[in-house]
């Protein structure tokens, strides 16, 4: 008894609070700045119900920003192990296991038990999932629930901090290190770190080879390039074969086959499968196709919108560089630069912003292919913003700089205030001499002054940005507070959930993690280096530093910078196997034009459109081509060798398999009245009488911090009274709402 009392004294200390996250499974954001405190109420109460309606417990405390936080848990540990059962046997007849569950629930959850990011899977459905799905239908600033901010589990502080130590001291990470991330961080996560881990130790080669080619042979060497694109071909089927054995290690093999219903999908009628006999939302295949094909005029649109800012840009710098003879010439040079640092940004979230309306409007009907089609869109922008400024350099400005170079006197406008005289802005129009070392220059910032650049932006800038706002926050609540403004969040916190509420109000500022963006900069990395790597044959030395760093960088993030992702499952990259193919399918023609253009001298056809030989520039284009095309079979073939041979056999087996289950019976009947009685009888012991007791027992200091948390409020219609009040204190006045909405 002694031993458990301090037991429970320590792990009340505030201090603690940090390291546990009293049993809570998602947090829900709810905000009403900029609505009645009548709505806000109705709205709420609403969200409460719905909550408890599929069996999900709820607490209530103040928050930020005019809000209050919502705690939410599963209420019963037999309603979880029901709802997991049930996905693993819809995984069995989606032919995802190979093998079925056993019959009886309780033998077969003990012999595979529930891991973290299942858990968490399954209880952010519930919340998530359409009412006649079973779940309570809430969509995050859509809808009828646009006042709800976010949904987010909590960080486990203690994994995270044992998690980078462990992460930061390895050379690479093991198959045992990526288990642990997808059973807390989902399959999503986890096949970007197998991506980046397997993308590291394959760059070892071409970064060892890259540098005795630096050194041996020069740059634009026919070597390095055939080289460089027999490895691009190699890594890329490698890594097919990689994630197709990941996602049978971790039993995700075809689970994008249990695709999750959109709810913004609008369907047009529904009709019933002639196969199956089950109704089916139906839209027409026609009419999104006619909506698809609007990605032709975007990319145009788009490439012609970047193109012409980044050409125009190009020709400015080339100008000043080139032509210009000037004062501030050193200075006026990165002019160029910083037009496209303040309109690139823009533009590109612009037509980001175009692109997922346009994907909007393709209606797509599950969450796996409306993302695909928006990845599709994205790598399009990114495409044209990353690759577009070497080709000007290597493919416009090479050959043609004798043509054009002697034009761009119609720049003379951005110079003019700085020139002498005219002499000074006018390019000869004879003798005029190209920069050799421009697209070696241009390659070595993309490949190393970008990424560093990048790095910093995406992990220190955030991370000193938002330190500061949250001290001016901070500040500016003491003030509000002594000019009697509203009172802080934080002023009725009970003193043992102090220190745990700051930190879920922190969490709940966080920006939400995008494993799209870390992706996407992987796959232009990529190509870079099958594109332009001959240019410059230490590239690969770079990423190979780089992509040790990012890894660490991207876990960094991942636990102290964003909200804690949704354990998503998946069975691939997804896309991005695509845009790497085109990639280095694309490298093989890039490096062999670069070649024949460059090889020799080094200075390519100096300018001199004349010099080059369209017809041998085409046959080595050619050659090229067809010879990758050759060894990307040839190593697909060798690869799938590796396969079992006896598939066809697995899944004929595996179908006569699912037919005797299911002809002697599933028993779900029987798994789902459990469930429900369970449930059911949780909520009748839970009276009056138990619920005072319960609350007199926990806040005497008898039961863990979780318990105390989870008994402060003990019935729904509690839980709405105290969160009636939080919205009544912190909710605008009737006269401040109209004044926001005024402005």
Known sequence: MASRKSLSEANSKPGNALHTNFDVDYVIDYRFATTNKRQAVAQFVKLIQCLNDVGLATEVRNGDNCGVLIFVKIESDMHLRAEVYRSRVQDWLYGVRTIAPEKDMKNSLEGEPIIEAERLRMVYLLITKPTNEGGAGITPKKGEWKGVESIFALHDHTFNKAWIKDIASKTYLSQRDLTAIRDRFGEKVAFYFAFIQSYFLFLAFPAGFGFCSWVLLGHFSPIYAIVNALWCVVFVEYWKKQETDLAIQWGVRGVSKIQHKRPDFKYETVVKDPITGEDVKFYSPVKRLSRQLLQVPFAIIAAFILGSLIATCFSIEVFISEVYDGPFKKILVFLPTLILTVFIPTLTVALTGFAGRLTDLENYETTDSYENAM?????????????????????????????????????????????????????????????????????????????????????????????????????????????????????????????????????????????????????????????????????????????????????????????????????????????????????????????????????????????????????????????????????????????????????????????????????????????????????????????????????????????????????????????????????????????????
């Open 375 to 743: 990845i599709s869109k994205i790598f399009v922008l990114n495409f044209i913003t990353s690759y577009l400024p070497i080709f000007l350099t290597a493919f416009i400005y090479v050959p043609f700089a004798q043509i054009i170079v002697p034009r761009l006197d119609v720049f003379q406008v951005m110079v003019k205030a700085f020139a002498e005289n005219e002499k000074q802005m006018s390019a000869p129009k004879k003798g005029f001499q190209i920069n050799p070392d421009r697209l070696r220059n241009q390659v070595i910032y993309f490949t190393v002054t970008a990424q560093i650049i990048g790095f910093l932006m995406e992990t220190i800038v955030p991370y000193l940005t938002r330190t500061v706002f949250r001290k001016a926050k901070e500040v500016k609540a003491k003030r509000a507070t002594k000019n009697g403004g509203p009172p802080n969040p934080s002023t009725g916190d009970h003193q043992e959930e102090k220190a745990f509420l700051v930190r879920v109000r922190n969490e709940a500022e966080l920006t939400t993690y995008d494993v799209t963006t870390d992706f996407r900069e992987m796959v232009v990395q990529f190509g870079y280096l099958s594109l332009f790597s001959v240019v410059w044959p230490l590239t690969a030395v770079s990423f190979l530093i780089n992509n040790w760093i990012e890894l660490r960088g991207d876990a960094l993030k991942i636990a102290t910078q964003c909200q804690r992702p949704v354990p998503w499952r998946s069975d691939s990259i997804g896309p991005w196997i695509d845009a790497l193919g085109f990639l280095s399918w694309l490298g093989s023609i890039s490096s062999a034009a670069l070649v024949y253009l460059f090889s020799g001298d080094g200075f390519g056809p100096g300018g001199d459109p004349w010099n080059i030989k369209v017809w041998g520039l085409l046959l080595t284009m050619f050659f090229s081509e067809h010879i990758y095309l050759g060894v990307q079979l040839a190593v697909r073939k060798a690869l799938g060798k590796i396969d079992s041979p006896g598939l066809q056999k697995e899944r004929s087996e595996r179908f006569a398999v699912r037919r005797q289950f299911l002809q002697e019976s599933l028993g779900q009947e029987d798994v789902e009245n459990a469930a429900s009685g369970d449930l059911a009888a949780s909520k009748k012991t839970r009276g009056y009488t138990l619920e005072e007791e319960a609350r007199e027992s926990t806040l005497r200091g008898h039961g863990t911090p979780g318990e105390r948390f989870w008994q402060r409020q003990q019935c729904q219609l509690e839980t709405i009274l105290v969160g009636k009040t939080y919205i009544e204190q912190a909710a605008p006045s009737p006269s401040r709402t109209k004044s926001k909405k005024e402005l």
